[in-house]
């Protein structure tokens, strides 16, 4: 491939080190009882963390576009507070989602940050 003239191309070993993404420990627990306990990158949704990782029990239908319900939640309650509240588009899309209760969330609208490492959810029953 051309590279156009004045551009080098970085050397092994001569390179800046990658500045290494922090991560929050987010515990995904099935209905069923069996945990996930997942490294997940600051920045990405609950959602995200649970696609890329296989997490069983979260569909995420809409890609994250709080368009589905497919990715519904359930908060621990002494994480509650910190994950905050649903904002009116969440709270319109949860009514479509299966057996919802006061901590219920979409994953997808659950921004991961440091403050929410070791957050732990429960998945659903069923997604719909
Ligand atoms: S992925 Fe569709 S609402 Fe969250």
Request: glycine letters at 8%; one cysteine or more.
């Amino acid at each position: 491939m051309c590279r156009p003239s004045g551009v080098r191309r970085a050397r092994p070993g001569n390179s800046t080190p990658v500045k290494k993404s922090k991560m929050a420990k987010i515990t995904y627990i099935e209905h069923s009882g069996t945990e996930h306990v997942i490294d997940v990158e600051n920045g990405m949704t609950v959602m995200e963390g649970a696609i890329k990782n296989s997490i069983p029990g979260i569909d995420a239908d809409c890609g994250g576009a709080c368009a589905c319900a497919t990715c519904h939640v359930y908060v621990a309650p002494e994480w509650k507070d910190k994950v905050g509240q649903a904002e009116s588009m969440e709270e319109d899309m949860l009514d479509f989602a299966f057996d919802v209760r006061d901590n219920s969330r979409l994953s997808c609208q659950i921004k991961v940050t440091d403050e929410l490492d070791g957050l732990v959810v429960n998945l659903p029953e069923k997604q719909f």
